[in-house]
């Protein structure tokens, strides 16, 4: 019983050790806006993405979350924006973002009413100045066109 709670506290402490890989997403509807969602969490604006379930690829991860997050269809996946893994970009845990431009169309719903209260399309010049987590940081280097590993 002693060897097996060695071994289980030793896979526990290397899953907890090691960052959790996720996405955010950078979703261009038809007529060239951004579309943010409000947190639940902390009630700010943010790009629609999450964790990548066990399982799963970027691309299928970026597919899930944008249709849980904004009730919007994938059509594309552009260009990578950035890899961003600074241990301090989300306050609840180090994870490592892998951020992606998606042509994306439908209609704007929320399915996870237990993260996202809102979602909405800004033109370029009306998004919120402050953005939840490093968001400000991956929409400005998206708008740049810069290619970003953080």
Known sequence: MRQLWHVGKTVLG???RHPVTGTSIIPILPDGTIVLVRR???NEWAL???MVDWGEDISTSVRRELLEE???DLLEIGRLVGVYSSPDRD???HSICVVVEAK????MQIIDTLEITEVRAFK???IPALLSHDHREQLDDYLQ???TLA
């Open 104 to 107: 994306v169309e439908g209609k």
């Open 48 to 50: 629609p993405g999450g």
């Open 14 to 16: 290397m899953l907890l």
């Open 91 to 93: 306050p609840r845990l």
């Open 145 to 147: 066109g810069q290619i």
């Open 124 to 126: 370029v010049e009306e």
């Open 70 to 72: 904004t009730g919007l």
């Open 40 to 42: 639940r969490d902390n």
